[in-house]
């Protein structure tokens, strides 16, 4: 009888406390999971271009049928690189690396018909995303247009496209890729895929 009543005892006294330390919430309470920091970074146009030349190329490494995309976080790195993709009569004015860094985007040489898929640059944002805003998330948001079936191509239509975004932060840069546009079973119109890379 004793033993009944010891027991029911200790099951009162932790009920008691479970209540009193979040036994009422809502929602589960989870100390590993931190709140998200999703704080915006000022995100500006430097340059952007475009070509259906393909002598019209810059230095020969760029001649590329891949997208590509570096951080530059130097003036040096910079005027190498404004010097290969700015028309020869564009004026760009440097931006100020003491305070940011410059993301290319390069979308490489595709066909530009309606016979073919295209992945376009949507719109370019950034995300200070630590506590201490050490790490920067810069998303590239893409739109996916496929290819129209009743059009009729006879060539192909060469295109290229480049683009320099001025990051606002000298943080570390993690690159995310979103694209809407894609079909799905689940109705999802999105998905992404992470990279980081610097000069």
């Known amino acids: 009888m004793k033993t009944h009543t010891l027991t029911a005892g200790i099951t009162t006294m932790l009920a008691t406390i479970l209540i009193g330390c979040g036994g009422e919430r809502e929602e589960a309470f989870n100390p590993s999971e931190p709140e998200e920091i999703r704080d915006p970074v000022a995100v500006s146009f430097v340059y952007e271009n475009s070509t259906t030349d393909r002598n019209n190329t810059g230095f ?74 050490n790490v920067v998330e810069v998303v590239f948001n893409y739109r996916l247009s496929e290819a129209d079936e009743d059009a009729i191509c006879d060539d192909e239509i060469p295109f290229r496209t480049w683009e320099l975004h001025y990051v606002e932060s000298r943080a570390d840069l993690i690159v995310v890729e979103e694209v809407d546009g894609l079909s799905s079973s689940s109705g999802s119109s999105s998905s992404s895929s992470s990279s980081s890379s610097s000069l």
């Open 60 to 133: 020969p490494a760029t001649d590329v049928d891949s997208r590509r995309i570096e951080i530059i976080r130097d003036l040096e790195d910079y005027e190498f690189l404004i010097d290969a993709y700015r028309d020869i009569d564009d004026f760009v004015v440097a931006p100020d690396f003491e305070a940011g860094q410059v993301i290319l985007y390069d979308s490489g040489w595709f066909d530009d018909s309606e016979c073919a898929q295209q992945l376009n640059l949507n719109r370019v944002r950034a995300f200070s995303i630590t506590e201490d805003e």
